[in-house]
């Protein structure tokens, strides 16, 4: 009889297992939150790059002041002083001050990392017949062991802007990592920057102030030479030669 007057209460025995539920859930919801963040910032990210990269690429074709000229496409381009902005200088040079930016591209919300050097001209040569000869010199270089020339922006200096390498210069990056740096290294170093400037050569261009902190470090296996474009375009019919003791 004992036994018929006997009732289990179910609720004890059962919040063990909904609380278990909830534990689930609440990670299973997690989860999916921090995958859902996740995958959004690494698309935001893909996207950005995927700009930077069409940015960075793309060409344009500049038409040249001769008429007897035909166009040559080159890859720089011509900025408005709206979309640069300068951050921090890095440093000052024969030629100019050279400022850590960024390139806004008019109507994107996109930031280029970028270089921009800001040419100092006293002797007032700097004419639109002289820019557009940079533009057509520089702007068409493309090799491994130069720096590019994305733009220049025209206003009341000149200003030369390139692709921002981190890692910066090679006087820079030496000092930095003295001990790491092996024979076999250098003269990879060596060979490319002499291969950079053997492109210049080729193209009528001449340096004039080749040192270690006009190299910059791409990567620590990769140099490019920088600071080449405000030399002048030697034409073919031009044998002359400039030394600059400056160092």
């Known amino acids: 009889i004992g036994n018929c007057f006997t009732v289990e209460l179910p609720g004890p025995r059962k919040a063990p297992t909904m609380i278990a539920v909830v534990v689930v859930g609440c990670l299973f919801a997690s989860c999916s939150l921090v995958l859902l963040t996740f995958l959004y910032c690494r698309g935001k990210k893909i996207r950005k790059k995927r700009a930077m990269r069409r940015y960075l690429e793309r060409g344009e074709s500049l038409e040249p002041l001769d008429p007897s000229e035909k166009a040559n496409k080159v890859l720089a381009r011509i900025f408005k002083e709206t979309e640069l902005k300068k951050l921090k200088v890095l440093g000052s040079g024969v030629f100019g001050t050279v400022h850590r930016g960024v390139w806004i591209p ?6 280029i990392p970028v270089s921009i050097k800001v040419i100092q001209d006293p002797s007032g040569r700097q004419s639109f017949h002289a820019v557009t000869d940079h533009m057509l010199a520089i702007g068409s270089l493309d090799h491994a062991y ?31 990592n003295r001990d790491a740096i092996g024979p076999q290294l250098m003269l990879n170093w060596c060979v490319q920057i002499a291969k950079g400037m053997y492109y210049l050569e080729e193209h009528r ?30 034409y073919p019919d031009d044998k002359k030669y400039f030394y600059n003791e400056i160092k």
């Open 106 to 111: 008019e109507g994107d919300s996109i930031k």
């Open 146 to 176: 130069i720096v590019r020339l994305l733009g220049i922006c025209i206003g009341p200096q000149l200003q030369l802007v390139t692709q921002l390498l981190p890692l910066g210069s090679l006087l820079e990056y030496v000092r930095k």
């Open 205 to 234: 261009m001449v340096h004039r102030n080749l040192a270690a902190r006009n190299v910059l470090v791409k990567s620590p296996s990769q140099v490019q030479v920088a600071d080449f474009g405000i030399a002048d375009l030697l």
